[in-house]
């Protein structure tokens, strides 16, 4: 079956600009993840979420970043007024429930000129 | 807190050749710990974990890993490298106990290079 889909795979976006990324779990999953993953380090944790609700956002770096999961399916990740040091890997792992397997996504580079 | 290290962010080995990635953890419950690999350009794979049952456990494409409580340590091991093989591998701890297996932290991973 489909995978973790994540949209876009690239994103250009200026200094100070909003963008949104995507995440379309596996079908049925009710667990989602965020991660961020910057040159040369292991991914960052960001926030998780379980159904509809975020079960856990301690990573989020700051107020700039949100997520939201308002059908318990597709996330989406919202940066405002991003800032160059916001330019990373962007991934989104799904899994059954919070105590099964995590499956990635092929992740958003998200660049930040 | 949960953490991990692994040591060595470079590996090369010969094909043919014993793979050993080591990766040292630290927490403060009985940790569940997982090894990913990252193929160029693609997502990462779960390779095996460990969630206190057997300390040795298999995985995937001829791996394996030995939970060793007494040194904190979760090494990756392949008895003969493949070319294949060739991509970036992770270790990671679960988020408190028997806790998510998706809320994780990473170390920074281990490049390996396999030379024909």
């Known amino acids: 079956g489909a995978g973790v889909s994540q949209t876009p795979s690239n994103k250009v976006t200026e200094k100070g600009k909003y963008v949104e990324l995507r995440c379309d779990p596996i079908?049925?999953?009710?667990?989602l993840y965020w991660y961020r993953q910057s040159l040369g380090q292991g991914p960052e944790f960001l926030i998780y979420?379980?159904?509809?609700?975020?079960?856990?956002d301690s990573g989020l770096p700051n107020d700039r970043f949100f997520a939201v999961r308002p059908e318990g399916s597709v996330s989406t990740l919202k940066i405002q007024r991003t800032e160059r040091g916001d330019s990373a890997v962007y991934l989104c792992?799904?899994?059954?429930?919070?105590?099964?397997?995590?499956?990635f996504g092929q992740g958003t580079r998200l660049t930040v000129v | 807190a949960q953490s991990v290290t692994q040591l060595g962010s470079h590996v090369s080995v010969s094909e043919g050749a014993l793979v050993l990635l080591r990766c040292n953890y630290s927490?403060?419950?009985?940790?569940?710990l997982f090894w990913y690999v990252q193929y160029p350009n693609q997502g990462l794979q779960l390779l095996l974990k460990?969630?206190?049952?057997?300390?040795l456990v298999k995985g995937i494409n001829g791996f394996e890993a030995e939970f060793k409580k007494s040194e904190t340590s979760f090494h990756l091991t392949k008895p003969s490298a493949h070319m294949s093989d060739a991509a970036e591998y992770f270790c990671?701890?679960?988020?408190?106990?028997?806790?998510?297996?998706?809320?994780?932290?990473f170390g920074k991973g281990t490049k390996l290079s396999v030379k024909p």
């Open positions: 979420f379980q159904g509809t609700g975020a079960a856990d």
């Open positions: 792992a799904s899994s059954y429930s919070s105590s099964t397997e995590a499956f």
């Open positions: 990671a701890v679960s988020v408190g106990y028997g806790g998510s297996q998706g809320n994780l932290i």
């Open positions: 460990y969630t206190s049952a057997a300390t």
């Open positions: 079908s049925g999953h009710t667990a």
């Open positions: 927490s403060s419950v009985p940790p569940y």
